[in-house]
Each structure stands twice: as structure tokens, then as C-alpha cells.
């Protein structure tokens, strides 16, 4: 039983697993399918989609919300007319014609209205054969595109990996006389006074002999995560204080399209999570555990819910040297080692302060940082590249199309048939 699912624009995909007795269909009085019809949904998403039905060794039907088109050899190439139903020009006549309120569709009557151009048979043959052509080429530089961005979502991962293996400043590191980090370390210890953390870390991490591994304690001002007021959304406003939750908290910053506000009198009773600029967020629960970013400089004031962590770090430590840290593929590696065997996706304090990160001096994160961020950059831009041709492409699609429709698409031949002498004959085998 073809249903919706199965009608793709330009290709038929069997998504549905749904039956129906061979017998009740006959009752029914149900269309069978043959091979080269032509199917197009008369419901979005989108509404008017068509493709040709490639034939099975089983009877199939199809249910009501598709409209069946079958050209026969009555000079119709049925390909030729799959690929006009589908062009813009169509497309536009069929939302014309739709009728219903909450669920649009477009009746069988209005869809046998919709006229078209009809070029000679040949003609049809030739514009079908440079469609597949071009989409081929259209689909082959799409598919490289694609592959480009796993590319580069790659070269993110690795680029974070090299970094917290100290092998982006590598050189940097030759050319500096950098002193021990015992004495900076001496001063951390005294001023975030984590004596239960301050004893050497065995380490786990792939780093310089420069280096050392610290658990998060050692270097930590304050560690806490808010509350969901009582009354829940009720307490949001339009404006206010903002109040940041999971959905605003992103590798790439904050995203601030959905943020919510809560009351100046609300945030003043939450005032152990007052967020300060340059504080590192982590989100502790549900699937998107584990994003981090920082409160940027110049923020103002803000809050955050019981989902979302502040860590507020030494001034020895640089923000989004933890932030890009949290953020890497070693330290996601231990969530997602913590979590094995958990019912449900959470970090507790305790945990995110026996995890481990690299240190080394402040001079040497901040150029760490400026690396990463110069190869973010590049990765960003050419991500805005690669996406923006995508586009290109689909538009190209739907110009090729349309090219097609208007007769622009490929030169005409006067030895083809005529279509007046076709239209007679379509005229002559329908009476």
C-alpha cells in the first residue's frame, strides 16, 4: 500500500510497511499500479511532489492522498512529464488550487485542469536526458560538499585534540624561556584553598613534559548551578533578567534566539548563581550534556537553571582555555565514559571536580586559544562557503526545471513531429 512517505519529489522510496488484502482492493475498486506511473501526493509536505513509479513484482495501490498519472503510449513520455509537474511553474498553479484549511490538499478534479506546454515526443526525450544529466552533476558536487563538511567538522576535533596536546605551540614553546608552573601553582592552591585536590594528579593526558594535569577543584572559585523556579514558565518574561538554560548554551557561544527573562526580585533570591563575565557554563543534564561556552565580557546580569553549571575558574586560568577544553573530543570522551551504564544523562559536582584538564602557563593558554580561534574561523568561513553553494544548488535545480518547462532547456529540432499532430492523437485515443 504506497502511501505519502513512499512520494518523494523526482524518486520513489518504499518507507511504508503497510498491507492490504488483494481482494478488498478489487472491492474497492483500487487503481493498480504499473510501472512508469506517475504518483503525486496531493498533500504537503510538499504538496504536488511526483515520481514515477519503478514497478513491483507485487500488486500495489496506493491510498487516497495520492493521485495516480498514467500516460500510456499516447506520445506523453511519462518521465518528461514527472519532472514538469515538479517544476516551480507547476508547483505554483497546484498551491493555487489547494483547497481545505488545516490540512491543504489538492483535489484530482483541480489537478486534471492544470495545463502545460507539450513539446514533440523527441523533444520530451531530449529534455529528460539533459535534466538527469545536469542533476547528476548537480547531485555529484553536492555529495562532494557534503563530504567537505564532515571534513571539516574533522579538522574542528582534531584541530581541539592538537591543541590540549600542546602541539599547536609547540614551537611557540622553543622560542620562550617559560618559567616552572610550581610557583603559579603555589598561588592557585593558597587563593582557591582545595586542599582535598592540591596533592599531583596522576596523569591521564597526552601532554607536554612542561605541563601538568589538575583536576578541576584545584582552580576553582565557585561551582554551582541554579533552579527552575516554582511555577516554571510562568516566571518567564519578554525582558529582565536573562536566564540561561541548556537550549542556550552552545560550543560556538551563547545562543541567545530563545532566551527567556525572569523578574530583578526573582534574580535577587537566586543570588548564589549570579553569573559573572568570563564564567564557563556546562550543561549537567539530558542530551545536551556536556556543551560549554563563557559568559562573554560586558554581558550584564544573568542567571542560570538547575541544568545548567557555572564554573567560575582562577584568574590564572583563561576562560575559554577551559570552555574549548570542555568542549574537545578527550574531555566528551570522559562524560561519555562516566556515563556508561547510567539511566539518566547527568554530571554531579563531584564528578566534574575529579575531571582532569591540562595547565600550563596563562601566556601559553591565551596563545592557545588565538590558535584555536584563527582555525575556527577558517573552518567557520568555509563552512559559510560551502553552504551557501549548497543553496546554490538547490536553486539550480529548480532554474533547470523551469528551463525545462519554457522549452529553454534544449535546442529544438524541426524534424520532430509536430505537437499539433501529437495533441490530435492523444485527442483521437481518449474519444
Request: net charge positive; glycine share 4%; proline share 4%.
Amino acid at each position: 500500500l504506497t502511501q505519502l512517505a513512499d512520494i518523494k519529489k523526482f524518486e520513489f522510496r518504499i518507507k511504508s510497511n503497510r498491507f492490504m488484502n488483494k481482494t478488498t482492493a478489487e472491492k474497492l475498486d483500487c487503481t493498480f499500479l504499473k510501472k512508469n506511473d506517475i504518483l503525486v501526493a496531493r498533500m504537503p509536505d510538499p504538496l504536488g511532489r511526483a515520481c514515477i513509479f519503478p514497478g513491483s513484482e507485487v500488486s500495489c495501490v496506493t491510498v487516497v492522498d495520492v493521485a495516480i498519472i498514467r500516460t500510456g503510449d499516447n506520445g506523453i513520455f511519462p518521465n518528461w512529464l514527472m519532472w514538469i509537474i515538479n517544476s516551480p511553474q507547476i508547483h505554483s498553479i497546484i498551491e493555487q488550487n489547494q483547497t481545505g484549511t488545516t490540512r491543504k490538499r489538492i483535489s484530482r478534479k483541480n489537478l486534471s485542469k492544470i495545463n502545460f506546454l507539450l513539446p514533440p515526443l523527441n523533444e520530451q526525450k531530449r529534455i529528460v536526458s539533459k535534466i538527469e544529466e545536469l542533476f547528476s552533476k548537480i547531485d555529484s558536487t553536492k555529495q562532494s560538499l557534503e563530504q567537505t563538511k564532515l571534513q571539516l567538522e574533522q579538522y574542528r576535533h582534531s584541530l581541539l585534540k592538537s591543541a590540549f596536546e600542546g602541539k599547536l605551540t609547540e614551537v611557540w614553546r622553543k622560542r620562550n624561556n617559560l618559567e616552572s608552573l610550581d610557583e603559579t601553582l603555589n598561588i592557585i592552591d593558597n587563593e582557591c584553598r582545595n586542599s582535598k585536590f592540591t596533592h599531583d594528579e596522576e596523569s591521564q593526558l597526552n601532554i607536554p613534559d612542561t605541563w601538568k594535569t589538575l583536576k578541576i577543584a584545584r582552580s576553582i572559585i565557585f561551582l554551582g548551578s541554579g533552579i527552575t523556579p516554582k511555577g516554571g514558565q510562568a516566571n518567564y518574561h519578554e525582558s529582565g533578567i536573562p536566564f540561561i538554560r541548556s537550549q542556550n548554551v552552545y560550543p560556538d557561544g551563547l545562543h541567545l534566539e530563545n532566551i527567556v527573562y525572569v523578574s530583578k526580585e526573582l534574580h535577587q533570591k537566586m543570588s548564589r548563581t549570579h553569573t559573572k563575565d568570563k564564567d564557563v557554563l556546562l550543561n549537567i543534564t539530558g542530551a545536551s550534556i556536556g556543551r560549554s561556552c563563557i559568559i562573554p565580557e560586558n554581558f550584564g546580569s544573568a542567571n542560570v537553571n538547575q541544568h545548567v553549571c557555572i564554573l567560575r575558574f582562577h584568574e590564572k586560568i583563561n576562560s575559554l582555555f577551559l570552555s574549548y577544553w570542555l568542549n574537545s573530543p578527550v574531555f566528551q570522551g570522559f562524560i561519555s565514559f562516566i556515563q556508561q551504564g547510567e539511566t539518566r544523562q547527568a554530571l554531579n559536582f563531584e564528578q566534574i571536580k575529579n575531571m582532569l584538564f591540562p595547565f600550563c602557563s596563562l601566556e601559553e593558554q591565551e596563545q592557545i586559544v588565538s590558535q584555536i580561534e584563527r582555525g575556527f574561523s577558517l573552518i567557520e568561513n568555509t563552512q559559510s562557503i560551502v553552504n551557501s553553494t549548497l543553496q546554490t544548488l538547490q536553486t539550480m535545480k529548480m532554474s533547470v526545471l523551469k528551463q525545462a518547462f519554457e522549452g529553454k532547456l534544449v535546442p529544438q529540432d524541426p524534424n520532430d513531429e509536430p505537437a499539433e499532430k501529437l495533441l490530435e492523437r492523444i485527442k483521437k485515443e481518449k474519444s
